[in-house]
């Protein structure tokens, strides 16, 4: 784990050294970008991105795959908008945010049930809750927009601590969580060993049926988490929120260092591939390239980095 630990190490080095390469080469072309307000929109639009990328890091270190993060995104958006709003009973934001964590999770727990119970791949799984869970979203608004959320709300998604907006600090203080069970509790440990060797994990005493249960739940509720960040920043439920999160998500989990094949990658990763991810949207924007080319540029970073990481697994 330590190798692995190092390997993932000097991806996020070349890749952060990469982000800060566009983030010079962005302040020459525009006059705009390196703004307090346009670092600010950067660290706000990340926040959301980074934590879904940790979510991903989690699973995918275990060799599965999440798809299902963004409808979770949306199921949130919407659960809370319309608690928010409702005229016959007053929910207090603590309650909300507990009921909106607490399904969260419970979508996490139907993975683990899936995947280990009944030993559906992953990727079939978590396809399947994604299908659904935006079924069930377009079903709760009839396609509509929820309007009418009290204005702390955006107040709160707005905010900013010392220049730093809250929303970031969500993402820092998760990353720091998730680095700390990862790195200094059995649990973290566990969840390497279950990418590493299924098999192996099992026999030396790993119950890998919590492992399961506890890193997809845990990844479910991260994605809640983003749900209420998001709900902040659009003040207002909107039922096609969060399509696509799931691919940059995973995109930013890869390009931190995590690789497909398990047992490696970092929280610390997946907020270096947001900060590059987010830089290539926001760069983008200020430069007026077609949102399309922005689509197929994402896309072959992606292939390039899978396919290095491809590459090296082969040589080891």
């Known amino acids: 784990m330590a190798q692995t630990s190092k390997k993932s190490l000097n991806t996020q080095t070349v890749v952060l050294i990469v982000a800060l390469v566009m983030w010079f080469l962005l302040s020459i072309f525009t006059k705009t970008f390196f703004t307090m307000v346009n670092v600010q929109n950067i660290m706000r639009q990340m926040a959301i991105q980074g934590i879904l990328g940790i979510a991903e890091v989690l699973v995918i270190i275990t060799a599965g795959i999440d798809l299902s993060v963004g409808s979770v995104v949306a199921l949130v958006n919407i659960l809370m908008a319309q608690m928010l709003v409702s005229t016959t009973m007053h929910?207090?934001?603590?309650?909300?945010?507990?009921?909106?964590?607490?399904?969260?999770?419970?979508?996490?727990?139907?993975?683990?049930?899936?995947?280990?119970?009944?030993?559906?791949?992953?990727?079939?799984?978590?396809?399947?809750?994604?299908?659904?869970?935006?079924?069930?979203?377009?079903?709760?608004?009839?396609?509509?927009?929820?309007?009418?959320?009290?204005?702390?709300?955006?107040?709160?998604?707005?905010?900013?601590?010392?220049?730093?907006?809250?929303?970031?600090?969500?993402?820092?203080?998760?990353?720091?969580?998730?680095?700390?069970?990862?790195?200094?509790?059995?649990?973290?440990?566990?969840?390497?060993?279950?990418?590493?060797?299924?098999?192996?994990?099992?026999?030396?005493?790993?119950?890998?049926?919590?492992?399961?249960?506890?890193?997809?739940?845990?990844?479910?509720?991260?994605?809640?988490?983003?749900?209420?960040?998001?709900?902040?920043?659009?003040?207002?439920?909107?039922?096609?929120?969060?399509?696509?999160?799931?691919?940059?998500?995973?995109?930013?989990?890869?390009?931190?260092?995590?690789?497909?094949?398990?047992?490696?990658?970092t929280p610390a990763g997946a907020f270096v591939g947001a900060l590059v991810m987010t830089t290539i949207y926001n760069g983008s924007i200020l430069l007026h390239i077609d949102p399309f080319w922005t689509r197929i540029i994402v896309g072959v970073i992606l292939v390039i980095t899978v396919a290095v990481d491809q590459f090296r697994k082969g040589k080891e």
């Not at 396809?127 to 107040?155: C, E, H, K, Q, Y």
């Not at 600090?169 to 990418?195: D, K, N, P, Q, W």
């Open 91 to 265: 929910f207090p934001m603590p309650i909300i945010v507990i009921v909106c964590l607490g399904i969260a999770a419970f979508v996490g727990l139907i993975h683990g049930i899936l995947i280990f119970e009944f030993r559906l791949p992953a990727f079939i799984a978590t396809l399947g809750t994604m299908t659904i869970l935006r079924g069930v979203v377009f079903l709760l608004t009839g396609g509509s927009n929820v309007f009418g959320m009290p204005r702390s709300v955006a107040d709160f998604g707005s905010a900013d601590f010392l220049k730093i907006p809250y929303l970031f600090c969500f993402l820092i203080v998760a990353v720091i969580i998730v680095e700390t069970i990862l790195r200094r509790t059995s649990f973290g440990r566990y969840i390497y060993a279950l990418g590493s060797n299924p098999e192996a994990a099992r026999l030396s005493g790993v119950n890998t049926r919590v492992v399961t249960y506890g890193v997809y739940m845990l990844a479910s509720l991260l994605a809640g988490v983003a749900g209420i960040m998001e709900t902040t920043r659009l003040w207002m439920g909107v039922p096609g929120t969060g399509n696509g999160y799931e691919l940059d998500a995973i995109a930013a989990a890869v390009l931190g260092g995590t690789s497909l094949a398990g047992a490696e990658g």
